[in-house]
């Protein structure tokens, strides 16, 4: 599990930098990430990397299942408004892992 608790903070510092390349390395060739509708993880990264370089994110905590091998990385972020000020947001990503510990489905859940 800690193996995968470190996967997830490696894609968490990656993600909340902007840097795509990185995150894209962490993903099998057909991994995909769900948010409003299901995308290719190439497809969903190239669609947002300019929105997200705009948002401020704060990693709260990544929790991990030994169970069901996946984690969830439990984070805030701030979306700047039209006026000028910010709204603090939630959100989860549930993580899956293939049998080489790459992502091979990321689930965004927010509030």
């Given at each position: 599990?800690q193996?995968?608790?470190?996967l997830?903070?490696?894609y968490f510092?990656?993600?909340?930098?902007?840097?795509?390349s990185?995150?894209?390395d962490?993903?099998?060739?057909?991994g995909?990430?769900?948010?409003?509708e299901?995308?290719?993880?190439?497809?969903f990264?190239?669609?947002?990397a300019?929105?997200?370089?705009?948002?401020?994110?704060?990693?709260?905590?990544i929790?991990s299942?030994?169970?069901?091998?996946?984690?969830?990385?439990?984070f805030?972020?701030?979306?700047?408004?039209?006026?000028?000020?910010?709204?603090?947001f939630?959100?989860?990503?549930?993580?899956?892992?293939?049998s080489?510990?790459?992502?091979q489905?990321?689930?965004?859940?927010?509030k």
């Amino acid at each position: 599990m800690q193996e995968l608790i470190k996967l997830g903070h490696k894609y968490f510092n990656h993600f909340s930098k902007g840097e795509i390349s990185e995150v894209l390395d962490l993903f099998s060739d057909d991994g995909t990430v769900e948010m409003t509708e299901i995308k290719t993880a190439r497809e969903f990264f190239a669609d947002s990397a300019e929105f997200v370089s705009k948002i401020k994110f704060e990693l709260q905590e990544i929790y991990s299942s030994k169970k069901s091998g996946s984690i969830a990385i439990h984070f805030l972020f701030d979306l700047p408004q039209v006026d000028g000020s910010s709204k603090s947001f939630n959100a989860v990503d549930i993580v899956e892992f293939d049998s080489n510990n790459k992502i091979q489905k990321l689930t965004v859940i927010h509030k």
